[in-house]
């Protein structure tokens, strides 16, 4: 077998080196894969061995030369390695470390890319990236232990992220004594649970990475083994290929804006899928502004053509307005947009999953708000069953529906991975929290729209002589809030104001009846009084809500829901001590004593504001005291 080497790459020539390393196999396919596995099922091995034994020299530079590339950014046309290799594009944008190195090798035969993910508690994250733009898994399995519950989950990540072929590799087999029946016994599981997860195209090959049995050579300890062995199995293996659906037509998210000067303007990016010439007409969305490509830009000249994988710039005959995170797409075939979908998640945060809460979503190159609205079910990755769940925890899989708060183009992720996959963010921390496909849209954005109405919000507050506003009340339970509240609408009132106090007490007895206490009953209490606050802001009203609401997060989605200075975020500051010594109800002796469970400042958290615009220290002064401060506030000219 003829095998070539590579040589070790600079780190400072990285995008010629790609390119030199294309040029020179661009006769041969090329075969990206993964590879998965618990810690110790020899994945290092398998890799180390298949990269020794053909010989090529796949250092760590790589990953110094993916970062190097990854700091230069993109240079327009120029070939960047990050684009050949990089996993969740969105994962990517935002920057996170992904501990994904991906190594080169290639046989004379074919070139191949392969995502080597290392196997530390963060593994899953970094598998759903390495498996995001590859085409086969190498899933490794100790013929001692069999298929284990990473096998299952990480066969089920494999399968949402669209990856329709799987060579299992039942490794170690020498510690089996080369045992045909412990062989034959793991296939037939391993065949049960791919056809479960609809992973058509699987491949069993017994073998030992560190003897190095049916890696490359079919192995004498293994007679009964007739197959191809693991290298001819990736040199051969047909692959079809998903996710970029060419007969959709053309799409490209579009990445930055390229302006050099008053009479250039083009629209830089990847082209997802489908092909470009100029002349062709497209559709900007979600705009739907159509015009014609003038020219396909790129270092190297103008391109008379341009397909799905691409980086070019595109230039219009009109001048449109388009900005980053819009999609260039066939005028005659665009893709559909909307708001509310089905989606899948993998769950990769610390903190749990609360449906109702805000996140951001970002998908190709786009950033919006979003809310899982509902859980569906969760999957047990050991059985497939479906079960119901409130909430999920790190690792958990599930299926879900989804709500942004701007509609987007999209494409179901089985026709267009660029289009259909999707990272959700916490907007506290900036970390990312989940990784999902969308499986269809719930209703078509167009569908709803809001009902015009002559009268107003300012037309119903001038009519009250006010100033509509949402004095949002948080602080522990015996803090003071409904004290205060309570004092201040009096004295609004007296002043002939309008007013309504939404009290938590009151509202769980209506509106909120079927609400308890776990966090994520919490995030729906607060969600929907926060709802109720603003249609009563609407009415022209001036609305105190007096709510623990004890989450940043909540307390920062009722905020936006409220124009610039309508919403007036009061702490009412009482150190815990304080109130457990008032205990007006009797409720913190009672959580002391164990009878009440998730009781805040106990066992629950409560996160203390970081930007309210008042906050009150009750062991300072009398509630007539603050509440005077608060309707001085309110009546300000
Ligand atoms: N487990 C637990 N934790 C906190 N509070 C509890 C709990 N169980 C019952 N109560 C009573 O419910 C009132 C708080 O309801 P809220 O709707 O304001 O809570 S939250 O905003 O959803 O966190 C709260 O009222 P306040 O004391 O007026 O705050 C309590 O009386
Ligand atoms: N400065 C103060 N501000 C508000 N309440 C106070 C203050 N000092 C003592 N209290 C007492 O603390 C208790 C607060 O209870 P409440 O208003 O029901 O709290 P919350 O609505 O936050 O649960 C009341 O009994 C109130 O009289």
Redesign the pocket.
């Known amino acids: 077998m003829a095998i070539s080497h590579e040589a070790p790459v600079a780190p400072g020539g990285a995008h010629a080196q790609v390119a030199d390393y294309l040029r020179r196999h661009e006769g041969k396919s090329l075969l990206r894969f993964i590879t998965c596995g618990s810690v110790d099922d020899g994945k290092s091995t398998l890799i180390g061995r298949l990269l020794h034994d053909t010989r090529l020299l796949l250092d760590d530079q790589v990953s110094a030369l993916e970062s190097d590339s990854k700091r230069f950014g993109t240079q327009n046309g120029e070939i960047d390695f990050a684009l050949l290799v990089d996993g969740l594009a969105a994962e990517r944008e935002q920057g996170i470390t992904i501990d994904v190195a991906y190594r080169f090798f290639d046989t004379d035969k074919r070139k191949f890319i392969v995502a080597d993910c290392p196997g530390h508690e963060q593994y899953t994250r970094n598998m759903a990236t390495g498996a995001s733009t590859a085409e086969l898994a190498v899933m490794l399995v100790d013929a001692r232990k069999g298929l284990l519950t990473q096998t299952r989950r990480h066969s089920y990540i494999v399968s949402l992220l669209g990856i329709r072929h799987v060579l299992l590799a039942v490794n170690k087999m020498d510690l089996v004594d080369y045992d045909e029946t412990v062989f034959n016994d793991i296939v037939a599981g391993y065949r049960e649970l791919a056809a479960t997860l609809g992973i058509p195209h699987v491949t069993c090959i017994p073998l030992s990475a560190l003897k190095g049995d049916n890696m490359l050579q079919r192995s004498a300890a293994m007679p009964w083994y007739t197959g191809e062995t693991l290298l001819q199995h990736l040199e051969t293996v047909r692959i079809e290929r998903s996710g970029a659906n060419g007969s959709l037509g053309f799409r490209m998210p579009v990445q930055w804006v390229c302006r050099p000067d008053q009479d250039f303007r083009g629209f830089a990016g990847t082209i997802a899928a489908g092909a470009i010439a100029p002349g062709d007409e497209i559709a900007v969305l979600p705009s739907g502004q159509r015009s014609r490509i003038a020219r396909i830009v790129t270092a190297g000249g103008d391109l008379p053509r341009a397909a799905a994988g691409q980086a070019v710039t595109l230039t219009l005959a009109d001048e449109i307005d388009a900005s980053r995170g819009d999609v260039l797409a066939a005028a005659a075939s665009p893709p559909e947009i909307a708001d509310q979908f089905a989606a899948h998640l993998l769950w990769l945060g610390e903190q749990p999953l609360l449906p109702g809460r805000p996140y951001w979503l970002r998908i190709g190159t786009r950033t919006v708000g979003a809310q899982v609205t509902e859980i569906k079910h969760k999957v047990d990755v050991n059985t497939q069953e479906e079960l119901a769940a409130k909430h999920l925890v790190l690792n958990e899989v599930a299926y879900c529906n989804l709500y942004l708060d701007q509609p987007v183009p999209f494409e179901a992720y089985a026709d267009n991975h660029e289009l259909g996959a999707f990272i959700l963010i916490d907007r506290q921390s900036n970390a990312t929290v989940a990784a999902g496909t969308l499986a269809f849209a719930l209703r078509r954005a167009g569908n709803i729209h809001w009902q015009h109405l002559e009268v107003n919000k300012a037309a119903r507050a001038q009519i009250k002589h006010q100033t509509p506003r949402c004095l949002w009340f ?6 003071g ?2 004290t205060i509240a309570n004092l201040v609408e009096k004295k609004l009132l007296a002043l002939g104001r309008h007013t309504y106090l939404l ?3 009151n ?2 007895h209506g509106l ?1 009846k079927d ?3 776990t966090a994520e ?3 729906e ?2 969600r929907r ?1 926060a709802e109720v606050a603003r249609l009563m802001v609407d009415a022209g009203l001036i609305v105190l809500v ?6 940043r997060a ?1 307390r920062r989605m009722a905020r936006e829901l409220f124009g610039e200075g309508e919403f007036l975020e009061v702490f009412v500051d009482t150190p815990l001590e304080v109130a457990e010594q008032r205990d ?2 009797g ?1 913190y002796a009672r ?1 002391r004593a164990g009878e ?7 066992d ?1 958290p409560y996160e203390v504001p970081e930007r309210a615009e008042v906050t009150l220290d009750t062991t300072a002064a009398q509630p007539q005291a603050l509440a005077d401060r608060l309707v001085a506030l309110l009546t300000a000219p």
């Open positions: 948080t602080g522990l339970s015996g803090s809030k409904s009290d938590g007490d509202v769980r909120n609400l308890g206490f009953d919490r995030v209490n607060i009084v007096s709510f623990i609401s004890p989450f909540e007006v109800k409720l959580a009440i469970r998730n009781f805040t400042g106990i629950s």
